[in-house]
């Protein structure tokens, strides 16, 4: 399949949704699907007109890992080629791009993939979402991004006990450890993911895409760096458009229209 069949894109009013379609395998990762990813995100980038990135999963799941029968077929030592090839570029051109990413999470999220989901900036799960850490259950270490970002978000200790023991957590489970903002009934989730992205499309996407370079930076960086990354990025928000349109909807008592400029 093609990097166009493997990942589909889907754009309406501001949003790109990226669909991971290998459902036969629960949109296992291989070559395609990084490629695709990566693809979209890049088409994110350069288009002002997109303003919000969805990553959704076809079927049952949303990313059950790396596709091991792919895996096999490479030799051992070149798995450091892999992960520098395929999960790198992917996760951290998530990481830079100046727009927001949800994951909207269904079914099993593992491995890589439960990887991807963190390196969303929000993620909304249903009630059928499991998160399978997956990397010392087959003897490895984590990769694509888990040990950057899963320390941050549900703690060193909690990570460190997830991840060495491995198992599993359900969708309550996450929203209580924080892996994800919100759980909604399976029938609910695209409604819900797509109430979401909404939202942040109509948001000013300029000041967004700050916020989310600040908040970043600034969880692994020492205060007075933070603080002058601050003074520096506002005055870059305070130069768009909508920042005036922002002051003068406050001003009016009305919703502001932000244009993403």
Same mark, same amino acid.
């Given at each position: 399949?093609?990097?166009?069949?493997?990942?589909?894109?889907?754009?309406?009013?501001?949003?790109?949704?990226?669909?991971?379609?290998?459902?036969?395998?629960?949109?296992?990762?291989?070559?395609?699907?990084?490629? @695709?990813?990566?693809?979209?995100? #890049? #088409?994110?980038?350069?288009?002002?007109?997109?303003?919000?990135?969805?990553?959704?999963?076809?079927?049952?799941?949303?990313?059950?890992?790396?596709?091991?029968?792919?895996?096999?077929?490479?030799?051992? @030592? #070149?798995?450091?080629?892999?992960?520098?090839?395929?999960?790198?570029?992917?996760?951290?051109?998530?990481?830079?791009?100046?727009?927001?990413?949800?994951?909207?999470?269904?079914?099993?999220?593992? @491995? /890589?993939?439960?990887?991807?989901?963190?390196?969303?900036?929000?993620?909304?799960?249903?009630?059928?979402?499991? &998160?399978?850490?997956? &990397?010392?259950?087959?003897?490895? !270490?984590?990769?694509?991004?888990?040990?950057?970002? +899963?320390?941050?978000?549900?703690?060193?200790?909690? !990570?460190?006990?997830?991840?060495?023991?491995?198992?599993?957590?359900?969708?309550?489970?996450?929203?209580? +450890?924080? +892996?994800?903002?919100?759980?909604?009934?399976?029938?609910?989730?695209?409604?819900?993911?797509?109430?979401? !992205?909404?939202? +942040?499309?109509?948001?000013?996407?300029?000041?967004?895409?700050?916020?989310?370079?600040?908040?970043?930076?600034? /969880?692994?960086?020492?205060?007075?760096?933070?603080?002058?990354?601050?003074?520096?990025?506002?005055?870059?928000?305070?130069?768009?458009?909508?920042?005036?349109? @922002?002051?003068?909807? &406050?001003?009016?008592?009305?919703?502001?229209?932000?244009?993403?400029?």
């Amino acid at each position: 399949m093609c990097l166009e069949e493997v990942v589909l894109q889907e754009y309406k009013e501001g949003v790109l949704t990226l669909w991971l379609n290998r459902p036969e395998v629960l949109n296992a990762f291989n070559r395609e699907l990084a490629s @695709g990813l990566v693809q979209g995100i #890049r #088409r994110a980038v350069a288009d002002a007109q997109i303003r919000v990135v969805v990553i959704r999963g076809k079927g049952r799941g949303f990313c059950s890992g790396q596709d091991l029968s792919v895996a096999l077929d490479e030799r051992a @030592g #070149r798995i450091r080629d892999i992960v520098r090839e395929m999960y790198n570029p992917l996760i951290q051109a998530m990481r830079d791009l100046p727009k927001p990413i949800i994951a909207s999470i269904g079914g099993v999220a593992a @491995g /890589a993939g439960m990887s991807l989901a963190l390196a969303a900036d929000l993620r909304v799960a249903s009630t059928s979402a499991r &998160f399978v850490y997956g &990397f010392s259950g087959i003897g490895l !270490a984590p990769d694509s991004g888990a040990s950057y970002y +899963l320390p941050r978000i549900i703690g060193v200790a909690r !990570a460190l006990e997830f991840s060495m023991l491995g198992g599993s957590v359900n969708a309550e489970q996450a929203l209580a +450890l924080g +892996l994800v903002s919100k759980v909604v009934p399976d029938d609910a989730l695209m409604a819900e993911t797509d109430t979401l !992205a909404r939202r +942040l499309a109509a948001g000013p996407t300029v000041a967004l895409g700050l916020t989310k370079r600040a908040m970043y930076e600034g /969880a692994t960086g020492a205060l007075t760096d933070a603080l002058e990354r601050e003074a520096l990025y506002q005055q870059l928000a305070s130069e768009t458009q909508d920042f005036k349109e @922002g002051v003068k909807a &406050f001003l009016e008592k009305r919703v502001p229209d932000y244009k993403g400029c």
